[in-house]
C-alpha cells in the first residue's frame, strides 16, 4: 500500500499572530569549564618515584550554568476509521494488527530532538472493535507508535476521553503506562489523579490537562477524578499542589473553543486572563478547534489557543479546508537574570494531518 501524502507545508494564512519569537536578557546557554590534566614529569629526576597513572581530564558541570530545555507540542491526535485502516494495510506483512510508525517516521526525528515531547491524544484506546467518530476507540497500537516516534507523554482529557465510559479511561491508562508514556487529564481514582511531572535537563516541569466536557456525557457525581474538567478553581489548587512539590515550570493543556473557528472565542480569551491571574501557569496549550489559532501573551503567561489536527481525516471534503493545518510548537524555557522563563516559541513548518 503506498504511504498517503501527509505532509504539506502550512496554507497561506496570517502569521503575525501565529509565530512569536521572543528573546530573554542574558541568554539561555551556559558554559562548562574543562581543566587540563596533570601529568607527573620525572624524566630529569635523580630518584624518580613509580610513575603514576596519568590523570584523565575532567569535565566539570559549572553548578551555576543557566539550564536550558527545548518542549515540542503537537495537535489533536484522532485516528478516524480511515486512517486507522491506512495502520491496519501497514501492518499486513507482520505480526501485528496495526502499524502506525510509518505515519509518524517523518516527525520522528524532530520529536527525538528536542528535551520534552508532548502529544495530545483524543481517543480512548480499545481492546476490542476498532471505532472513528462519533465514539472513538483505537487500537493499542496507536500508543506503541507514539513511544517510538519520541512522545514523552500526552495530555488525555478531551471531549472523548469517556466516550466508553470508565471502561475506556482505565483501558487508555493501561495503555499509557505500558507503552511508558506518561499522562494527565484523567484518571482510575481520586488518588491518582495528579499531573505528570518530568525533570528536563534538571528543570522541573508539571503537565495538567483539562476539557470543557464530554460530549454530553456526565461524570458520576461521587467520582469526579475519571476525567478533569475546566474549572479555574481545580487549575488554581491543581497549580499551587504542583508548585508546592517544586514544580518550576508548568504547562497546562486545555480542550477549549469552538470547532473549526481560527479565532479564539470569547469563553476562551476569558478563561486564559483568568489562568494568567493565578500566577501559577506558564504555558497554555489549546487543543479542540482543529484548526491553527493565535499565540498570545497574558501577562507573564503565554497562549497557544490552538495546534490544530495532528493526525486525523478531516479534510475540506468535511469541514473545512485549514482542518487539515497543524502545527509543532517549539518552546525553549530556561535561566534568564528574571528567572526561569519562556526564550522562544514558534511554529514548525510542516505538519501531519
Known amino acids: 500500500m ?34 587540563p590534566g596533570v601529568l607527573g614529569d620525572t624524566a630529569n629526576s635523580a630518584n624518580p618515584d613509580p610513575p603514576s597513572a596519568p590523570t584523565v581530564p575532567v569535565t566539570v558541570p559549572d553548578r551555576n550554568a543557566p539550564r536550558v530545555a527545548e518542549l515540542a507540542f503537537t495537535g489533536d491526535i484522532i485516528p478516524h476509521r480511515p486512517v486507522s485502516m491506512f495502520a491496519r494495510g501497514f501492518a499486513r506483512n507482520s505480526d501485528a494488527d496495526y502499524d502506525f510508525t510509518p505515519i509518524f517516521e517523518h516527525v520522528a526525528q524532530e520529536l527525538q530532538a528536542v528535551d520534552l515531547a508532548i502529544c495530545h491524544l483524543e481517543t480512548t484506546i480499545s481492546d476490542g472493535p476498532v471505532t472513528g467518530y462519533p465514539r472513538f476507540g483505537a487500537p493499542l497500537e496507536l ?90 478553581e481545580a487549575i488554581r489548587d491543581d497549580s499551587n499542589k504542583s508548585r508546592s512539590e517544586g514544580a518550576e515550570f508548568i504547562v497546562v493543556s486545555l480542550h477549549w473553543g469552538v470547532e473549526y473557528s481560527p479565532v479564539p472565542s470569547a469563553s476562551q480569551e476569558r478563561l486564559a486572563r483568568e489562568i494568567a491571574a493565578l500566577g501559577t ?11 491553527l489559532q493565535p499565540i498570545d501573551r497574558i501577562d507573564d503567561m503565554w497562549v497557544a489557543y490552538g495546534l490544530g489536527n495532528f493526525l486525523s481525516n478531516q479534510s475540506p471534503a468535511c469541514c473545512t479546508p485549514s482542518s487539515g493545518d497543524g502545527a509543532i510548537l517549539y518552546v525553549r524555557i530556561g535561566d534568564s537574570p528574571e528567572g526561569l522563563a519562556v526564550g522562544t516559541i514558534t511554529f514548525g513548518n510542516y505538519i501531519l494531518g
Open 143 to 232: 500508543v506503541e507508535a507514539i513511544a517510538e516516534a519520541g512522545w514523552d507523554g500526552c495530555s488525555l482529557a478531551s471531549n472523548h476521553s469517556f466516550d466508553f465510559g470508565a471502561d475506556g479511561v482505565v483501558r487508555t491508562i493501561r495503555a499509557m503506562r505500558e507503552a511508558n508514556l506518561a499522562f494527565t487529564g484523567t484518571a482510575v481514582d481520586r488518588e491518582s489523579r495528579r499531573d505528570a511531572r518530568y525533570e528536563v535537563n534538571g528543570i522541573q516541569v508539571s503537565h495538567l490537562s483539562y476539557t470543557y466536557g464530554l460530549n454530553g456525557g456526565k461524570l458520576p457525581e461521587d467520582e469526579t477524578w475519571w476525567v478533569n474538567l475546566i474549572d479555574v
Open 2 to 35: 503506498p504511504v498517503p501524502k501527509l505532509f504539506r507545508p502550512l496554507r497561506a494564512i496570517s502569521f503575525a499572530a501565529l509565530v512569536v519569537i521572543v528573546s530573554v536578557p542574558g541568554g539561555l546557554s551556559g558554559d562548562e569549564t574543562e581543566p
Open 281 to 291: 501557569v506558564d504555558l497554555l496549550i489549546g487543543h479542540h478547534a482543529h484548526v
